[in-house]
């Protein structure tokens, strides 16, 4: 008999994953702050990992990878990236578009302050917003567009972007925030839909115990209801494709596609009937080379080898496309929600290639389910 406990009961994957844990008669539920139980769902925000692994011959899983928010909030996802490219002497933005951090000023004076009292802790302090206004005049000159976008590192749901053609109030505007943000070109000329319409893609991928990479096979578009419109920068339904930007500001959300998802096998008939191209032809390829350069990038920071409890994580990797095919990050989610039609297909591959891995009931099930990441709907970079 195993234990687990459910920390975070807010979470659509993890619910649904209680229900098929409950569902197995090798499993019992403990309190919510048992730090005992063999699995253990944590919080997002909340993550007591000190309190595991101390138990002798208690084996134990927790749902998160200690050190993950790195490539999860913008500007350390930049800062990694930058880091790890240098140490290969690459340059950082081949599919990550070019991103300049900025701090607000009182942020930076913040900084200075306890510079004197942690200058080591401090030493990575950097703001580029020199870099930046070279960059945009770089593009400008050369006619790669002028319009760049403003992402707070830590921002959902599309709260505080600023899209604009000038840097001065780019700077300005995030001068009036309390914490760090990301300037990043803008994709001005991204592939688009019927109706015209901009997407960003949504993959999930599991990064299980033993830092094996599972992409799920099947991912979703999520679909702007509004016409792109280039000229117009202020239109936010019409460059910013979060859902409850759609679904509040737009009288055409479920328009063109119930809840604006559209699924791979739409998308594949799509390229294929206007491009004569697939997903499989343009778009897998790079989507696999970014997400296993990303986890790769922090492997040694993150992983639970010398630990006395193992982790796994869901991430959500968010991607655009642009007019010419080439697939663009746009960030890294570190607690996704699933869409509803896949949300099975995503808890069941966690319980399958993970939970029952590390804790097996049946020896002979288990280990024919070690072999199951296709059934599973997942494929293993």
């Known amino acids: 008999m195993y234990t687990f406990a459910v920390r975070d009961e807010g979470s659509s994957v993890y619910n649904a994953l209680?229900?098929?844990?409950?569902?197995?008669?090798?499993?019992?539920?403990?309190?919510?702050?048992?730090?005992?139980?063999?699995?253990?769902?944590?919080?997002r925000n909340n993550q007591p990992f000190w309190k595991f692994g101390h138990?002798?011959?208690?084996?134990?899983?927790?749902?998160?990878?200690?050190?993950?928010?790195?490539?999860?909030r913008k500007v350390k996802l930049v800062s990694v990236l930058a880091h790890h490219f240098a140490l290969k002497n690459q340059d950082i933005f081949q599919w990550l578009p070019e991103s300049f951090i900025i701090r607000p000023i009182q942020n930076l004076e913040n900084y200075a302050a306890m510079k004197s009292k942690k200058p080591r802790?401090?030493?990575?302090?950097?703001?580029?917003?020199?870099?930046?206004?070279?960059?945009?005049?770089?593009?400008?000159?050369s006619g790669r567009g002028e319009a760049w976008i403003a992402k707070s590192s830590t921002g959902a749901k599309g709260e505080g972007i600023i899209i604009s053609r000038s840097p001065d109030d780019l700077i300005s505007a995030i001068e009036n925030q309390p914490e760090p943000h990301i300037v990043q070109k803008y994709i001005e000329k991204p592939l688009l839909l019927s109706g015209q319409r901009k997407f960003d893609v949504r993959c999930w991928v599991v990064l299980d115990h033993e830092y094996n990479i599972h992409l799920m096979k099947e991912g979703v578009l999520r679909t702007s209801?509004?016409?792109?419109?280039?000229?117009?920068?202020?239109?936010i339904t019409s460059h910013l494709t979060n859902h409850c930007i759609q679904e509040e500001q737009s009288a055409n959300f479920g328009k063109y596609e119930e809840g604006n998802e559209m699924f791979f096998a739409e998308f594949d008939g799509f390229l294929?009937?206007?491009?004569?191209?697939?997903?499989?032809?343009?778009?897998?390829?790079?989507?696999?080379?970014?997400?296993?350069?990303?986890?790769?990038?922090?492997?040694?920071?993150?992983n639970t080898d010398h630990l006395s409890y193992q982790s796994f994580q869901v991430f959500g990797f968010d991607f655009m496309i642009d007019a010419a095919f080439k697939v663009w990050l746009i960030e890294i989610n570190g607690a996704p929600a699933c869409a509803k039609r896949l949300l099975p297909q995503l808890t069941s591959g966690i319980f399958t290639m993970v939970i029952k891995q590390v804790f097996p009931s049946d020896v002979a099930c288990d280990e024919q389910a070690g072999d199951c990441t296709e059934e599973c709907g997942f494929e293993t970079l």
């Open 272 to 302: 294929k009937e206007k491009y004569g191209t697939s997903m499989v032809g343009k778009i897998l390829p790079q989507i696999r080379m970014i997400v296993k350069e990303c986890l790769l990038a922090i492997k040694e920071d993150i």
């Open 121 to 141: 802790a401090l030493e990575k302090v950097t703001d580029e917003r020199g870099e930046f206004i070279k960059a945009f005049e770089r593009h400008r000159n």
């Open 18 to 43: 209680t229900k098929l844990i409950e569902a197995d008669a090798n499993w019992k539920r403990l309190k919510k702050g048992n730090p005992k139980a063999n699995l253990i769902f944590l919080e």
């Open 225 to 235: 209801s509004d016409a792109y419109d280039e000229d117009n920068l202020t239109r």
């Open 55 to 72: 138990q002798p011959g208690l084996k134990q899983l927790t749902n998160y990878y200690r050190g993950s928010e790195v490539i999860c």
